[in-house]
Nanobody
Framework: QVHLVESGGDLVQPGGSLRLSCVAS????????MGWYRQAPGKERELVAR???????SYADSVKGRFTISRDTAKNTVYLQMNTLKLEDTAVYYCNCGSIWGQGTLVTVSS
């Protein structure tokens, strides 16, 4: 079975940082497209960042320069480093691989 388990969500002040983790089992992240999505209250789920098998990364315009997606193939884990967080980054963040989704981790940016 394939599982994606996220962690790292928390309450943080504007301007702060968080690192989210997604531990994958049943798949090899190195050869798959892994993505981070988020869904804010009342809004549709949106793609935040993606990393493909060759290591190329892409980002939503709203997070470029602030967020970084990376992976540790030895740990089969994908990360999302989030810096300079804004109020509008508040959302449930989901790890994704194809049709597989994690359970989500809540990030709340508030003063």
């Amino acid at each position: 079975q394939v599982h994606l388990v996220e962690s790292g969500g928390d309450l943080v002040q504007p301007g702060g940082s968080l690192r989210l983790s997604c531990v994958a089992s049943g798949i090899i992240i190195r050869i798959n497209v892994m993505g981070w999505y988020r869904q804010a209250p009342g809004k549709e789920r949106e793609l935040v960042a993606r990393i493909v098998s060759g290591g190329f990364t892409s980002y939503a315009d709203s997070v470029k320069g602030r967020f970084t997606i990376s992976r540790d193939t030895a740990k089969n884990t994908v990360y999302l480093q989030m810096n300079t967080l804004k109020l509008e980054d508040t959302a449930v963040y989901y790890c994704n691989c194809g049709s597989i989704w994690g359970q989500g981790t809540l990030v709340t940016v508030s003063s």
